[in-house]
T-cell receptor, first 116, second 111 residues
């Protein structure tokens, strides 16, 4: 089954304790992206990756890091989480426009993060 | 700055009524997507519109992309309780790979 998986689904942590949220897709998509969803603000893009070893900032990258060492994985790293990073996080992937993709994104189930 | 303005934000209607949701921008988009999101889940694609003026139908849902590729609309005919959810429009401005989402329209259809 074609899917995007995220782990963990729920996480409660404390300020300053480094954490990683994993994302994996099995559709051989080149493009992957991370979003956060907050009430009243909608979905905002954090980082995206066009392909392996190619990443770029979205609209809200501060406090986050990403890496793309393999095509299927795109982990989101919070080196020193703060309470304002409490949010619902989504990973997504899509086929490259160069390969006929039309910007259709497939989303993971989400990770609800609480930073105390 | 919210580059994709979605309206209305909330909509509560009776089963069988029609409704239209709008997604507007001053920017040109290479394509626009409409997603529906259920509580506790990620957004799921409904449709992608690519060509200016394009109209796509998905059962009782009709999607239109503006001629200038700056706006889109979603029309639901004879809404049903199963249509309840959060509807999101999204797109990447032409020449970029940064995606922007509208703030969403929360639809509730009462039986």
């Amino acid at each position: 089954e074609a899917q995007v998986t995220q782990n963990p689904r729920y996480l409660i942590t404390v300020t300053g304790k480094k954490l990683t949220v994993t994302c994996s897709q099995n559709m051989n998509h080149e493009y992957m992206s991370w979003y956060r969803q907050d009430p009243g603000l909608g979905l905002r893009q954090i980082y995206y990756s066009m392909n392996v070893e190619v990443t770029d900032k979205g609209d809200v990258p501060e406090g986050y890091k990403v890496s793309r060492k393999e095509k299927r994985n795109f982990p989101l790293i919070l080196e020193s989480p703060s309470p304002n990073q409490t949010s619902l996080y989504f990973c997504a992937s899509s086929l490259s426009r160069l390969k006929g993709g039309t910007d259709t994104q497939y989303f993971g189930p989400g990770t609800r993060l609480t930073v105390l | 700055t919210q580059l994709l303005e979605q309206s209305p934000q909330f909509l509560s209607i009776q089963e069988g009524e029609n409704l239209t949701v709008y997604c507007n921008s001053s920017s040109v988009f290479s394509s626009l997507q409409w997603y529906r999101q259920e509580p506790g889940e990620g957004p799921v694609l409904l449709v992608t519109v690519v060509t200016g003026g394009e109209v796509k139908k998905l059962k009782r849902l009709t999607f239109q992309f503006g001629d200038a590729r700056k706006d889109s609309s979603l029309h639901i005919t004879a809404a049903q309780p199963g249509d309840t959810g959060l509807y999101l429009c999204a797109g990447a401005r032409t020449g970029t790979y940064k995606y922007i989402f509208g703030t969403g329209t929360r639809l509730k259809v009462l039986a």
